[in-house]
């Protein structure tokens, strides 16, 4: 499996934006996708998670300011992020995990929220 993260950039503090993670193939197999994120120094950390029965978990950090949501024709994961934070600065992963535990990892993008 394939993914590619996608939608990062610079942004005021209090915008939007929509992050997007294609995979090459079917989500709808996989037990779960999700988004990281990380900051030098530190670990990766959860941000959001979708399950194969569409169960959305949140980091409490974000709850309420994200959504993660995903088209299974287009196979596609959106994080649509708003009211963004300097401290959401952070390079942002998406992850797959299959039904037979495998995990895969797409490239990061960069979400930069200036002050």
């Known amino acids: 499996v394939q993914l590619q993260a996608s939608g990062g950039g610079l942004v005021p503090a209090g915008g939007s934006l929509t992050l997007s993670c294609a995979a090459s193939s079917g989500i709808f197999s996989m037990d779960a996708m999700a988004w990281y994120r990380q900051t030098p120094g530190n670990q990766r950390e959860l941000v959001a998670s979708i399950t194969r029965a569409g169960v959305e978990n949140y980091q409490a950090t974000v709850l309420g300011r994200f959504t993660i949501s995903r088209d299974i024709v287009k196979n596609t994961v959106d994080l649509q992020m708003n009211s963004l934070k300097p401290e959401d600065t952070a390079v942002y992963f998406c992850?797959?995990?299959?039904?037979?535990?495998?995990?895969?990892w797409g490239q990061g993008t960069q979400v930069t929220v200036s002050s």
């Open positions: 992850n797959a995990v299959l039904r037979s535990g495998m995990i895969f």
